[in-house]
């Protein structure tokens, strides 16, 4: 194959080094046009440095001014640019083929629909993006011809299993659902009557997988499995009623396809998300990843079994979200960003994220919004909302 020129938006997230550690390893077949930062203005120097991209964008012209100062000590070419409509542009430019989109939250909502609309490869891992926009976004892919491939492991996992031809139909492909497995996260056994003690450094510590804060603390509250619900609900054309949930703490088997003969089809592998990752990048060929080999006699045993909605209300607001529709799943997100800030900042307890959530929800989750503008404008709505809600709870929890 001829060189694939690469955006990575999210260059400096957790998602986005486990990127530049595969392309790395495979320099005679990526070149990366553009690294995306925000505001990780030293990583992002150094990855400049690393990769000689030929843009790099991050939040602000104060971050942009700190970067290019950076660049210009260790005579690095990159040029800085700043914004959103810059991420749109580096995600959408001619001179692009594939865009990994691994910005955190809504925020990546954007960048990824320009580089829908320009037709691109798109390895998302940006789930908030479906969450959000799923209906607008499928439509954008289809109708620009880009080419959709999920990152997240589960719905990579499913993708492998899935047949070489699935186009959307399910059961043309015999598949009867969806099971996606769960870790459970570091609370699956700790005391419900501790719930409200639990602390943002306990619920960032995830058993497995070493991730950003934010999808960390929705891993804890299995809020993380909610979104993946909506994001397979979209990616794989599958109603609700099509999707199961398992916890397997082990994250050996990322997620399975039950066919109609009874099959059941899984793919496994370490928790480590370069595999997901070089299946995207590489496909159809499969890459060197430096992943250690599962060795299954070491790992002993996998366990599974059945969600607790009382430990993890998270995700029966999800499902509830999903099957109340587009809008809802838009609600949701913006709810749950809110929570997940203020719990990390303090400002609320572990047990508030998910009451937070359903007072959005029930206030919000009726509305109906289909365009764009009328999405960002319930996303506004909503997180404004729930800042008030975290203000008025913080003053009480102070008093
Ligand atoms: P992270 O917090 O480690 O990194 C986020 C990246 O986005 C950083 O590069 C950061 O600079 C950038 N960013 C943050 N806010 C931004 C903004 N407002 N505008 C532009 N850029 C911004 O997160 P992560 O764990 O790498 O996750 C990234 C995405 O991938 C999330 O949507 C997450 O749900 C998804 N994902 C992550 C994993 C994982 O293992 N980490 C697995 C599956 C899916
Ligand atoms: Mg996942």
Known sequence: MSMVSLTLLGSTGSIGVSTLDVLARHPDKFRVFALAGHRQVEKLAEQCQQFCPQYAVVADETAAQALKSRLQAAAVATEVLFGEQALCDVASSGEVDAVMAAIVGAAG??????AAKAGKTI???????????????MHTVRTHGAR?????????????????????????????????TASGGPFLHTDLNTFARITPAQAVKHPNWSMGQKISVDSATMMNKGLELIEAHWLFNAPPAQLEVVIHPQSIVHSMVRYTDGSVLSQMGMPDMRTPIAYCLGLPERLNTGVAKLDLARVGALTFSRPDFVRFPCLQ???????????????????NEVAVAAFLAKRIRYTDIAALVAYCLHNHGHQRAEALEDLLALDQQVRAAAQVWVRNHFRVLND
């Open 109 to 114: 909502l954007m960048p990824a629909l320009a």
């Open 123 to 137: 390895y998302l891992a940006n789930k908030e993006t479906l969450v959000m926009a799923g209906g607008l976004f």
């Open 148 to 180: 959709l491939l999920p990152v997240d492991s589960e719905h990579n996992a499913i993708f492998q299993v899935l047949p070489e031809k699935f186009d959307g139909d399910l059961a043309a492909a015999g598949v009867e659902s969806l099971i996606l």
């Open 317 to 335: 607001l999800a499902y509830e979200a999903m099957q109340a529709g587009n809008a809802a799943a838009c609600v949701l997100n913006a709810a």
